[in-house]
């Protein structure tokens, strides 16, 4: 909204709607004050004939008294009237704004007490606020307001458009909103609740009642402004835009183009409602329709400048402003913004949660600036309110910390309010913390809920998220036992197919069915069809409010928040699986459904989900149907109905089905057989079954488990990953799988989880004997615990679930053997416990990846299990893994082969390892051949030999018979590795292996998984695995094998099935056989005497114990019978370590430990105040540091006992990207940042990774906080800390070594820095080099050569070494090369400019465009800026300067002029090559010359000089063209239309007057002959290839500087602030391009024009000029005076300049000949220094106003803005006497075109 005037008040406005229910609000804001002046009905005496005599009566006497001009009279009385109106209506504007503007302005602190909030009382009609949707019903949205508050916005109370195609069904709510957008409302209506105590606020969004009183003003308008509107029409190219206001004849337009790059919501259709900023005004005279082009960019993240909103009515929520903290009340702060409003902010919108429960003073400082946008206004009790949230002042959706219903365990209570609540701070999955809100009523249960009396700041509770504030961004939580239990809390907690059991709480009218509650905070609908198997026509007769039902969820919609539940008993009874899913209706599922409807071709029968099929006519019956009639005496609507699914097209959500008895009864092909028919009862966990495909998924199969439904996932199909993926890609629907294990049960779905993992298949026939196999097995009984189960130090066979960062969880299969079932039990492996050597679990293992676990220990009640998965402690035995391996490569190759299965079976049986086979070579490659066998049968079968194994290779050949034997067989690729050396072939041996017995022998071939070693003389081949299940992911440990190598082996008799290989293991003192599966853990081995319980324990004992755990960051031990210990990881070691701590410690280790504390800890569960909380265990917490063992005393650090210098060992607990957090203690934790932690810019450029968690380091305390309870760390102090107390000259007191140690920047030290931003407007670069601190890099500094885009050198985030060259008042860095190797790099390109007396008269300096406007340009170099001028901008004339050169562009210029602190530059390239220039007194009349078109005035052609010193000349109008060149038909003036500014003209010198400095030229074609035009366009053609040459060189220059940086490439990323321009930076800052711009009218400017002056000059010259034609020179003024505006805007010094540019051209002579025209110089140089020095001043100024985030130091003047009221007047008076005037000028002008 403008400031330049003030809003116009509006006319009584029309209704926006026939239905509008805001009549009351319109009624207030348009009250009628008038008074009656006619009696009631508004009749009169007079007749209409006698009132219009009289007004003709009136008219003619003041028409006679106006001397008879009709059309004159009614001119000056209408403007009278009009002007009359303006200044009673400003007035009464005036007096209005002044009275609300008063309520505003900053008021005295020591009367304001505390910050007032948005209440229910608070609230009143005509309240405007800023709110956010919660939830887009059909009919209304809800949206939440601040502090917890919720409004309605009912659908017609939107705009009309929405209105009225809402009414249509053209449009929806959910169509235009969406949940979390912001938006501006004000209150139309408040009622009270009789079921609760606040009021019931309805809102609304109409931009007709938020743009009404003076919000919105057409005058105000102005580019940038943001308008807020609705789209009311979609048209081709984009959508007119309406604001509202209908007194007000203005529309906007917004492209599509625009709308389609920057609109984030739903689509733009019309009834939309926007927030717009304006980019183009077109103002309409009186009368017409004012058009505004719209943008959506950077519509509301553009901050509302001073001069934006003067009055109070103006204001409206959602406005972004920059303020200043005016200071600091109880509960809140108070800001002022726009020059003199003053706003509230409570402290629910503070910029951090934290900052709630600290000391207001410490975060906002008084006078510290930040940015807020407007929350609230409330013009009755003259309030406005504030919001610093972050999310809200970036007009961003607030982020979801938690869903609703989450409960959690850690949340943090911030602040405790006896009468209020708690505020907490909630963890999210993400890391941060979201604020949540606990009202009293939610704090416990019972009549008179209250606050636990022992809870306090900082500690610990559990509670649920029940709801949220989308526009606070704060979590509604509760912390009520009942809540948090709660098994239904949301609709997402439901499904369908579910059991639930609720109570009836209402009889919906009609056949609405009946309205059941499943929870408190959940209710369903039970239709009527599903009330009961048979139709219940009256529901009331049967059911009564709060009568228990037991359902079954058919649907929920948990967006929606509906759910609806059948009572049916015969669907709740139903053995059939539920069909919940289209994806999961297979061909032959046979399930129960209920028809839903009824048609002439067929029944729709529907199932859970909202799953319907349709059953078509022919498959109703066996028996055939008459016709459709007969389906409504068959069926009726509520039948539950057996249905057989024939087809299913999920995409499609389409399905048909059959009613028909069995699926024999379904047509040939639509159904397959799934095998023998088995009940769900006798199917357990551990069941070996058989299954026939009936669905292929992306990762899964569905299958038919004997009717059973089941499914397989692609990583249970084989132990190995790379077989499971070719098994899945081999199988096809139908295909029948012989063998699988049941994982999983699912009795409601009565579905099965499967696996045909073969050590799983294994494990479960290992236990079961064969009577058990034809038995089956036997279900668990009820009271059957899986973890009571599950031994302490038994091996089991699972695979793994889930890969989170703490470890691995993994599912194993145990067997029961006292009860003889099976079960699949969760286990969690630390990551201590991962691996032999510490690694992370995403790299370790994979999703579904086989292992073998086992139990470290279990907790029956937790349903906990803690096992190991380290190698050396699981490893298989036996030859596990390789038969594992083999069996499913036997798999494999059985699929591929289909149903000649057993002849490819039977094929691979002949083919064994070892034997030998004829071969024919098939090829040869560089790495061995290719053979085929001889034998036909084995056609489909290659062989392949290795070079090493090819024996003599050269005198093979293709199609040559050779012998060979076979080393290896791969079934699933029909693949043979075959052996042709002879020795090999022939190998044998009088000795025959042996079971059990080692022999030695030699590697012939090395596999990925295997090795194939000969023993026996190479008689026989064995095959020796050494991967694992459990490091099969992790290292390939065949790496270092060789053929050749020996290798001692031991065969125990183990033979594959199909292939005969012999199964190996190796003896060579791997640590495969140093676990036995089923071994238990010794028992203790030590003993500490006295130790039976925790109370026999004290602190400085040292004891002895076992480790009974090890986990991610410390060790549980057992110090004896039922007591166990903590140690840290922290309280390990002494010294530094490059591997993880506790690496070397495994379950059962005996060490040695010191009790450091014994601690007391609650249960932290939410008791009843009339309960105590007890104390549930009792922490002991040990050390086995070295130097703690030592010694007797106990020293346990604490925050307490921290000083600044001190060294300490720590752990890396976390690696994040810029820091270190190390852990000192358990309880202590420091932050070392990324440059502290290091100075080799490798580490730093791989932070995350040079790191390792669980590390151990030493670390420098640098700074702590014990408050908060932070501590600075550093890694880089503790080597400088200590050489600088080791030195023995010049030795330092401890403190001064410790400042030294810290303190990296120093002048003219080198260091490491991040950048962190880039501010393209204060050329600099602000880069962090250290915790707490930060440099500036200006853009001079960043090479010795100026790059071309400095803007682009560097990248955020990018690591970079720095010179620093200044720390006060703030650190100045650079990158030079020849700073940083200062001596030994070459001279600079670009040397620094550091004050004006580095500089030189003749000087060429390379720079940046600073601003630039037609007037001039700003070049900036080092610390100064210097102007060029614009006829010093270049030779040729050049028509618009800011586009040639914006900002940034790299320009060369030469000082011309140092003088009075200002630096005059120019950038002609005649200057800069130092040419000799033609002045005047070296022009010749009837010389010839080459010239630009510099402007066109209606008196003749002003044209430059070639390569002249600014000579200008005129010709005049009659010296353009010949006589005969003019037609009739031309136009009247032909030669202004021939030329335009910028054309390469030739020009001959028709008369100069040096003395006088008058130049006259002619242009006419006569004067020329043909050589003179072609010599002409040679020089052009010249001119243009020196100006392409020297772009060359520049860009040659360019490439060979990027080529010589050595800068490291990094992300790119844009600074907005101007905070950190380096101070010092000159006399001259930077000269803001808007001042340049600005008219004469409000200050002085930088390059000001003389037009108006020129004009006057004009008129004297004509009244004294004794050669001038008295026609011609009122034709010159009529033209002059037309085309005034447009000359206003092209020029900058647009009179002539010659010489060296000093002299300016009086136009006012140019008039006084026709024939001879002149051309005369004048002086104005002082002028020009005035405006340049006046112009610099302001930029200063007002670069203070434009920063986002003004620094501390920066002093920037804040100008303040003249009364725009005032200003207003002048205008409209001004235009008045120039309407009166025009009519006179116009009056004369016609007289004298008479007389021509």
Partial sequence: MGRGKASKPSKKRKRDDKSDPNSDLKRRKTKDTSTDLFPRGGGS??????????????????????????????????????????????????????????????????????????????????????????????????????????????????????????????????????PGDLLRTVVVALASNDKKTHKRVQLSVRPSLLN?????????????????????????????????????????????????????????????????????????????????????????????????????????????????????????????????????????????????????????????????????????ARRIGLTLLPHLVRWEHATEGRPTGDVVSNAVV??????????????????????????????????????????????????????????????????????????????????????????????????????????????????????????????????????????????????????????????????????????????GLVTEGVVTGIRDNGLLVSFYGN?????????????????????????????????????????????????????????????????????????????????????KRESSLLVDVGGIRGRLQKVQLADDEGLATKMFNALTIGKKLKRCVVLVRNSERKTLELSMKPMLIHYVLEHRSEADEDAGVHQPPESYNAVAAAGVGQVYPGYVLSRPQYGVMVLLLVYSEEVGVFALVRALSQRAQMCDQFNEPAKAFVDGQSIRARILSTAVEQQKVDVTLKHSQCHSTGGLYLSSLFESQRAVAAVKAGSHHKQKLAVWKELTVGSVVECVVAGKAAFGCFVRLADERFDTISGFVTNAHAGDNASLSEGMEVQGRILDVNPDENILDISL????????????????????????????????????????????????????????????????????????????????????????????????????????????????????VRVGMVLQGKVQAVKTFSLVVSLGLHVRGSVHISDVVDEETREYVLKRFNVGDIVRVKVMRITEQATNKLLPISHKNPIARRVIELSMRPSVLATDDVRVLTFESLDKGQIHVGVIHQVTADCLWVHLAPHIRGRVFLLDATRDKKVLDNFETSFKVGCAVRVFVSSFDLERHSIDLSLNAVNEYEKLIGRRKNRLTTEEAITA??????????????????????????????????????????????????????????????????????????????????????????????????????????????????????????????????????????????????????????????????????????????????????????????????????????????????????????????????????????????????????????????????????????????????????????????????????????????????EDDGDSDSFGSDEDVPEGMGAIEEISADMLLESDSDEELLFRGDEDDDDEEEEDSDDGGAASDSDEDSDAEEEEGADEEEDDDDEFDEDAIVGEGEDEVDASRLLESDSDAELMLGEDEDEDEEDYEESTSESEGEDGMEEEDDSADDQGAVSQNADSESEDDDEEEEEEEEEEEGEEEQRYSSDAAAGD
Avoid at 49 to 67: D, F, H, P, Y
Avoid at 637 to 656: F, L, N, W, Y
Avoid at 1042 to 1053: P, T
């Fill in 45 to 178: 005496a007079l007749s209409g004939i006698e009132i219009r005599k009289l007004q003709k009566e009136t008219e003619e006497r003041l028409l006679s008294e106006a001397g008879g001009d009709y059309e004159t009279f009614l001119k000056k009385a209408d403007r009278k009237d009009r002007a009359k109106e303006r200044k009673k209506k400003k007035s009464a504007k005036r007096s209005e704004d002044d009275a609300l503007t008063s309520a505003f302005i900053t008021p005295d602190l020591s009367n304001i007490k505390a910050i007032s909030t948005v209440r229910p009382k608070n609230l009143h009609v005509g309240f405007l606020v800023l709110a956010a949707v919660h939830t887009v019903g059909k009919r209304r949205l809800v949206v939440d307001l601040p502090n917890g508050l919720v409004g309605t916005i009912p659908w017609n109370e939107v705009n009309d458009v929405f209105s009225e195609r809402h009414e249509n069904g053209e449009v929806a709510l959910s169509d235009v909103f969406s």
């Fill in 212 to 380: 009404d009183s003076g919000r919105f003003s057409v005058d105000a308008v102005e580019k940038n402004t943001t308008l807020y509107g609705y789209v009311s029409s979609e048209e081709d190219h984009g959508y007119v835009v309406s604001f509202g206001v209908e007194d007000s004849e203005c529309r906007g337009f917004l492209s599509k183009k625009d709308a389609a790059e920057e609109w984030a919501g739903k689509k733009l259709c019309p009834g939309s409602v926007v927030n717009v900023r304006v980019k183009e005004v077109n103002k309409a005279e009186e009368g017409g329709t004012h058009v505004f082009k719209l943008s959506l960019k950077k519509a509301m993240t553009t901050p509302m400048s001073g001069d934006q909103v003067i009055a109070v009515t103006a204001l409206m929520p959602g406005m972004l402003v920059k303020g200043v903290v005016k200071g600091t009340v109880k509960g809140g702060v108070l800001i002022t913004f726009l020059d003199f409003f003053t706003g509230t902010v409570d402290a629910q919108h503070l910029q951090d949660p934290s900052h709630r429960s600290g000391d207001l003073e410490e975060f906002y400082t008084e006078g510290s600036k930040l940015r807020a946008r407007l929350l609230f206004v409330d013009p009755e």
């Fill in 414 to 587: 911030l602040s405790v309010s006896q009468k209020a609540g708690l505020e907490l701070l909630i963890p999210c999955h993400t890391g941060a913390y979201a604020p949540g809100y606990v009202m009293l009523s939610q704090a416990s249960d019972g009549d008179t809920p209250q606050l636990p009396q022992d809870i306090k700041e900082g500690d610990m509770c559990e509670c649920r998220v029940t709801g949220s504030n989308r526009l606070d961004g704060i979590l509604r939580c509760s912390l009520k036992e009942s809540v948090i239990s709660q098994e239904m809390f949301s609709h997402s907690d439901l499904e369908a197919g579910k059991d639930v059991r609720g109570k009836v709480v209402k009889i919906l009218p009609g056949d609405g069915g009946v309205l059941v509650e499943l929870s408190p905070q959940i209710t369903a609908v039970v239709p009527v069809i599903h009330l009961a198997d048979v139709i219940i026509r009256t529901p009331a007769a049967k059911f009564k409010i709060d009568q228990k039902v037991k359902g079954r969820i058919l649907s929920v919609n948990a967006d929606t928040k509906r759910a609806y539940v059948t009572l049916k008993k015969s669907l709740l009874r139903s053995e059939y699986p539920m069909l919940t899913r289209y994806e999961d209706a297979v061909q």
């Fill in 611 to 695: 799953v319907r099929a349709h059953v078509p006519i022919s498959q109703v019956s066996h028996s055939r149907l008459s016709g459709p009639e007969q389906l409504n005496e068959m069926f009726h609507v509520g039948q539950v109905v057996r249905a057989c699914v024939i087809s299913s097209k999920p995409e499609q959500r389409r399905m048909i089905a059959t009613l028909k008895a069995s699926p024999d009864d379904i047509e040939p092909g639509l159904a397959e057989a799934a095998g023998a028919a088995l009940s769900f009862a006798s199917v357990a966990v551990g069941s070996i079954v058989s299954a026939v495909i009936t669905d």
């Fill in 981 to 1096: 050396d002879a020795d090999f072939v022939k190998a044998t041996s009088k000795k025959s292996l042996k079971e059990g017995k080692e022999y030695k022998g030699d590697i012939q071939l090395v596999k990925k998984t295997h090795l194939v070693v000969s023993v026996l003389n190479g008689k026989e081949l064995l095959c020796v695995g050494a991967p694992d299940f459990n490091i099969s992911q992790q290292v390939n440990a065949l790496e270092s094998f060789k053929r050749g190598q020996s290798l001692s082996v031991a065969w125990d008799g183990i033979v594959d099935k199909t292939t005969r290989r012999k199964i190996a293991r190796s003896c060579s003192g791997d640590a495969e056989n140093a676990v036995t599966v089923g071994s238990r853990p010794s028992e203790l081995s030590y003993q500490n005497a006295g130790i039976e319980s925790k109370d026999d």
């Fill in 1301 to 1606: 140690a810290l303190d990296s920047t120093q002048k003219g030290t080198q260091l490491f820095g991040r950048v962190d931003s880039c501010s393209e407007k204060g050329m600099v670069y602000r880069v962090q080099v250290a915790a707490h601190k930060w440099g500036r890099l200006s853009f001079f500094e960043l090479q010795d050569a100026l790059p071309k885009h400095p803007e682009q050198v560097l990248k955020i985030g990018q690591i970079i070494k720095c010179a620093v060259l200044e720390v006060h008042p703030s650190i100045i860095l650079s990158t030079r090369e020849s700073r940083i190797n200062a001596g030994k790099a070459a001279a600079p390109r670009d040397p620094v400019i550091n004050s004006i007396d580095d500089l030189k008269g003749d000087d060429i300096l390379r720079g940046y465009v600073t601003t630039a406007n037609n007037k001039g340009i700003f070049i900036r170099f080092g610390d100064l800026t210097g102007r060029v001028q614009k006829f010093q901008a270049s030779d040729t004339f050049i028509t618009d300067i800011p586009k040639q050169f914006p900002p940034l562009k790299r320009v060369r210029a030469k000082v011309v002029s140092t003088t009075d602190n200002r630096v005059e530059l120019s950038m002609r390239k005649s200057v800069l090559s130092g040419a000799s220039l033609l002045s005047l007194s070296d022009i010749k009349v009837g010389q010839k010359l080459p010239g630009i078109v510099s402007s066109i005035k209606p008196y003749g052609i002003l044209v430059q000089i070639q390569k002249s010193a600014g000579v200008r000349g005129l010709c005049h109008r009659s010296e353009v063209v010949d006589a005969e060149e003019q037609s009739e038909e031309a136009a009247e003036e032909p030669w202004r239309s021939k030329y335009e500014p910028g054309d390469y003209v030739l020009v001959k010198v028709l008369q100069i007057d040096v003395p006088a400095k008058k130049l006259s030229l002619g242009m006419k074609r006569s004067y020329f002959d043909a050589e003179d035009y072609a010599r002409a366009e040679l020089e052009e053609e010249e001119e243009e290839g020196a100006e392409g040459a020297e772009e060359d060189d520049e860009d040659s220059e360019d490439e060979a500087e990027a080529a010589g940086s050595s």
